[in-house]
């Protein structure tokens, strides 16, 4: 009547056969719900970083309200875009354990809590830990997954996806300057804070819309007729297998309940085996659940500990490593336009002529078609996504060298055009890092790289105004992070030459040695 150890024995043997067998990937590769992937990361660039790009709004309410210095304040936003980039590598051990969908949804509600709570703030350091830890932290647990899904869901146009969803941040940057303005003009800026507390509540919404990838096993029709078969079975074994093992039913006692009772024997009452049997299903399940879920994080750590610190550790490439060194310039030299080319308009009286159109508006619109551009041009089959990359680092550096010498407002327009323009390779990051590491590293790589930049986002500004201080010249602070981010762009140049004559060396001892 029942299914045999025999049969159980055989059925795992064609279980192990079908797992042999090819998967299908999943038909919203590259269309379908892919789209609503990069729909939901651009809304996530909108809600984070082009909130961070318009905390010079906040910034100002903060100086009048406190009192405090300019430094001190300022460490504030810094703090919060830099840790929401730093936390990245620790983030990818939740993608590892839990998966993208509910590390957003948990980092939605983060960000959202350090919003509402920052506007109750008494002064600057209780917004260090509000604002610039808790958002911070949150935004950081909603950045990552929203660049890794798209790299999941897009293999033909992984670079035009990646550019489209990171648009929002130059969308979010005019949208959310405007709405901050618009809010603290109204309400005030702690009515502010709560109002766009409640707005990034949304970001749950985008987090939920990061459905995982699941791949199907090609069968045939007939295969999957005796699959069923096969499974019901096992199902049905399983279930008495289970109920056995823990003394609620066997197959003697239930031919005993057939048989006459032996005299001196009491009866048992059906409504108690029903109770227990109750009981022991829901205990088997709590149980089930609490292994699940031990294996599945002991799983997820010993991935992410072997990416950091095992013998397959991401470091041991040398491709990498040097992509980290780059990472570690890059930032600072796109914020810090953003940062002293007020001042530097000042010093050449170009004040005027910047009012009616200002020279980081310029950047931030031209980035987001930079963004686009070069990524429709690293998903050409003739072109290769590194050179693109490597094409933009250098017009980027030239323009930040050659930017103190503009001493017109034309001149600085053109100049500032270009940075935007080739600011743009930002999208491309996600592309290249899946290029060197591969689809499954991604999401602990990539966390390292933001977290690299991160660290420049949070040095690199101060770094330029203590250069400042020094010379009294902004000339400086444009050449010396100029130079420092060309060393960066030189190590990725030189590491593929290295590697190679490496490999070429190897080759001529073991043909010496045969």
């Known amino acids: 009547m029942y299914a045999s150890h025999e049969d159980i024995a055989c059925d795992c043997e064609d279980d192990s056969k079908h797992a042999e067998k090819k998967l299908k990937p999943d038909p919203d590769i590259d269309g379908g719900w892919a789209w609503m992937i990069v729909f939901s990361s651009f809304l996530v660039h909108v809600l984070i970083m082009g909130s961070q790009m318009a905390l010079g709004v906040l910034n100002m309410e903060w100086l009048e309200e406190f009192s405090q210095s300019r430094g001190l304040t300022a460490w504030v936003s810094s703090l919060s875009m830099g840790i929401t980039l730093i936390v990245g590598p620790f983030i990818g051990l939740f993608i590892n354990t839990c998966g993208c969908r509910k590390t957003a949804i948990t980092g939605g509600l983060l960000n959202a809590l350090g919003w509402i709570l920052s506007s109750y703030a008494s002064n600057v350091y209780y ?105 019901h079975s096992k199902e049905v074994s399983c279930s008495i297998e289970t109920l056995t093992s823990n003394g609620v039913l066997c197959e003697e006692e239930k031919e005993g309940h057939n048989k006459d009772p032996k005299p001196g024997s009491l009866p048992v009452s059906e409504s108690k085996d029903a109770t227990q049997l109750g009981k022991n299903v829901y205990v088997l399940c709590i149980l089930k659940t609490v292994s699940q879920l031990t294996v599945k994080v002991q799983k997820g750590f010993r991935t992410w500990y072997a990416s950091y610190f095992g013998a397959a550790s991401l470091f041991t490439n040398r491709m990498f490593a040097a992509f980290v060194f780059w990472a570690l310039f890059a930032y600072s030299t796109f914020v810090i336009p953003f940062i002293h080319l007020p001042e530097i308009v000042k010093q050449y009286n170009l004040s005027v002529e910047n009012d009616i159109f200002p020279l980081t508006s310029i950047i931030a619109i031209v980035h987001i078609f930079g963004k686009v551009i070069l990524g429709i041009i690293s998903d050409s089959p003739c072109v290769s996504a590194w050179k693109v990359f490597i094409a933009a680092n250098l017009t980027l550096v030239i323009c930040i060298l050659i930017l103190p010498l503009m001493r017109t407002y034309v001149g600085l327009a053109v100049v500032c055009a270009l940075i935007g323009f080739s600011s743009g390779y930002f999208s491309l990051m996600p592309v290249v890092t899946e290029d060197l590491v591969g689809i499954k590293q991604l999401a602990n790589a990539y966390g390292i790289i933001i977290c690299a930049n991160g660290i420049s986002a949070l040095l690199g500004p101060p770094f330029a105004g203590w250069i400042y201080d020094l010379t009294q010249k902004y000339d400086f602070s444009f050449y010396i992070c100029g130079l420092l981010y060309m060393v960066g762009i030189l190590s990725l140049l030189i590491q593929p030459c290295i590697g190679k004559k490496k490999t070429t060396t190897e080759k001529t001892i073991e043909n010496g040695k045969v």
């Open 127 to 231: 917004l260090f830990i509000t604002f610039g830890l808790t958002a911070g932290i949150g935004s950081g647990m909603v950045y990552l997954p929203a660049v890794v899904m798209v790299g999941e869901y897009f293999q033909k146009r992984r670079a035009l996806a990646q550019g489209l969803s990171t648009t929002g941040t130059g969308f979010g940057a005019f949208l959310m300057t405007v709405l901050l303005k618009y809010l603290c003009m109204e309400y005030g800026w702690r009515d502010a804070m709560f109002i766009q507390g409640a707005i990034c509540l949304n970001l749950c919404v985008c987090g939920a819309l990061m459905r995982p990838i699941y791949y199907k096993e090609e069968t045939t029709e007939k295969e999957g007729g005796s699959r069923k078969t096969r499974s």
